[in-house]
């Protein structure tokens, strides 16, 4: 039976055609297989993930307050999909189109998804969350141009229902999409209480498919084609840049924690080479990027001391965790933290959300990072800090003092001056004011001696 399985799953990897009958069959024992190996439910439309933190598959700098789900289809020609699903209990979702590249193509996040007759969208302002009518369907369309990614702003949407992937071989090429939920009620983990979107084709004769027959004729199992560089820099790459003529061995990492915008890959490359370029992409640049976020960067080394601490403001954003009735507003959608390894590898270590920090009356925060060994007493949320854990083997190819942060800025207000989405060159940052945190590194008894524990 053992061989068996193997054999029909190496099948079903290379795209190999099998009768319907075995292949329903090698469908169902992959999937079983594959739920005793990697954690996490998936479909056979949704063939690749969920991506968390450890122990999710954990590639392309994923979110830990986030899961991500992707699908790889090839349309037939003439035929349509939709995806049809219920609204997941969290904070935020969406459905993204990818160019092999790992450049986004387009978002339809929640609020421009309309919901179907009877139901209500409980992601719109002031919605019941709890509605228990919560349908929607999404149609994939195929187009030969390619729509630029958005500005993580919230904007209005067609009312169309409709994400556009990008055409490449004739109404017959394969579209990468990527389903995200972030911050799951507590109550909902993973899939927030709701099964994973179903894929529904209907071929140009008119004939719909559902399940296993919509996927086998959209070949979802097929070889991940897409170049590998877009879920990381390439070592000899990476150790380049990180080996810049008279720079220390701690470069590009700075006492004083520089923040960068985060922009497309060449100038990323140019944090470690200098000349920082200016941000002519719009959605976040490459490796699989949301374009419902911003980002920004900052590569740190505890050669400077093991304890980073980060000051900043927090902006205004809803309240979900705890299963609140009502949708509420702010001046984003949702805020992170991460710690990671480096561009290498892309994973990371763990992210803090906005509702996981505490904060004073001025939604001030005070965040710790360090490896779990430099921790000090005090770094925890009865003492008013939040903890953040560095990577214990730093980039993994070297150097095991350096950590890369990425802060998430989602779906801004317009009228919101201070988020990242209003930035779109390093020099900008400063018209942040304190909603760009500050860092410093010290010393585990320096931080327990001047952030006293409440009694």
């Known amino acids: 039976m053992g061989k068996r399985l193997v054999a029909l799953v190496a099948m079903i990897g290379l795209g190999l055609a099998l009768p319907v009958g075995a292949a329903q069959a090698a469908g169902k024992a992959a999937t079983k297989a594959g739920a005793s190996t990697m954690p996490g439910p998936r479909t056979c439309f949704w063939y690749r993930g969920p991506h968390n933190k450890d122990p999710y598959i954990n590639v392309a700098y994923p979110d830990a307050g986030a899961f991500y ?4 289809a090839s349309i037939p020609k003439g035929a349509t999909l939709r995806l049809k699903g219920q609204y997941p209990h969290a904070r935020y979702m969406s459905f993204v189109s990818y160019r092999a590249t790992g450049q986004a193509v387009e978002s339809l996040p929640d609020y421009q998804i309309a919901p179907d007759p009877g139901s209500s969208n409980p992601f719109m302002p002031g919605a019941d969350r709890s509605a228990a009518k919560r349908s929607y369907t ?8 390619s729509k630029e990614a958005g500005e993580g702003k919230l904007v209005a949407g067609d009312g169309s229902n409709t994400l556009r992937a990008p055409l490449v071989d004739n109404g017959n090429s394969a579209v990468s999409i990527l389903y995200r939920i972030y911050a799951n009620d507590k109550a909902h983990p993973v899939t927030g209480g709701m099964p994973l979107p179903e894929a529904e084709l209907t071929l140009a004769d008119g004939q719909v498919l559902r399940g296993e027959a919509a996927c086998q004729a959209m070949n979802t199992r097929q070889t991940w084609t897409s170049d590998v560089t877009a879920l990381g820099v390439p070592v000899t790459q990476y150790l380049a840049l990180r080996s810049q003529p008279g720079k220390p061995a701690t470069w590009p990492a700075q006492p004083q924690m520089d923040w960068h915008v985060q922009h497309p890959r060449a100038a990323v490359a140019s944090i470690f080479t200098g000349g920082h370029e200016k941000d002519t992409a719009r959605g976040g640049g490459e490796f699989y990027p949301n374009p419902d976020n911003r980002y920004a960067r900052a590569m740190i080394s505890t050669k400077f001391g093991p304890v980073v601490v980060l000051r900043g403001k927090m902006p205004l954003t809803p309240t979900t965790q705890n299963g609140d ?6 001046q984003l959608r949702y805020w992170s933290l991460c710690s990671n390894t480096s561009m290498v590898d892309g994973r990371v270590i763990d992210c803090l959300y906005d509702e996981q920090i505490p904060l004073d009356a ?4 005070v965040i710790v990072l360090s490896k779990p060994k430099d921790r000090p ?3 925890r949320p009865e003492c008013g800090l939040a903890w953040l854990p560095l990577p214990e083997d730093g980039d993994k190819v070297g150097d095991p003092d350096f950590s890369l942060l990425v802060i998430r800025n989602m779906l801004a207000d317009p009228a919101f001056a201070q988020s990242l989405q209003a930035a779109l060159d390093d020099k900008d940052l400063p018209k942040m004011g304190e909603y760009l945190p500050k860092g410093q590194h010290l010393f585990p008894n320096t931080v327990e001696s001047l952030f006293p524990c409440p009694l």
Request: aromatic share 8%; no cysteine.
């Open 325 to 330: 009735k009502v949708m509420g507003q702010g």
């Open 138 to 145: 999404v149609t994939v369309a195929l187009r030969a141009d």
């Open 377 to 379: 007493r005090n770094a």
């Open 69 to 72: 789900w992707s699908a790889v």
């Open 362 to 365: 001025d939604r001030n925060y």
